[in-house]
């Protein structure tokens, strides 16, 4: 029962420590316009974070061996290459899975 409790405990002290640290944020900003910068760097802070999670899936650190020319490398850049001229999130899962797919059963 101890350790369920301390379980808990820590689970609602990290998540009020979320919250508190987003909502404030909010109530900074809400009172006074951001500056110039900072709205211009925060713009770049999507692009950013969806290559660092992407990324390291991506280019495997145990297949440093084997060089770029991976299955996941490529279905990688097809996928870029559809979603820059298609823009379409649908037709890049789907190209980008299906070339995947397409490449390890070749390769």
Known sequence: ME??????AVIFAVGA???????????????????????RAL???????????ILPMVVDAG??????LTPKVAAAVIATAVAYWKLGTLWTLGVGMGSLWLLNLWS
């Open 63 to 68: 297949s440093a061996g084997t060089g770029w």
């Open 3 to 8: 350790g369920a409790l301390k379980l808990w």
């Open 43 to 53: 713009r770049y802070v999507p692009a950013a974070m969806l290559t660092a999670l």
């Open 17 to 39: 420590l979320n919250y508190v640290s987003r909502v404030s944020f909010i109530a900074l900003f809400s009172k006074r316009a951001m500056p110039p910068l900072l709205a």
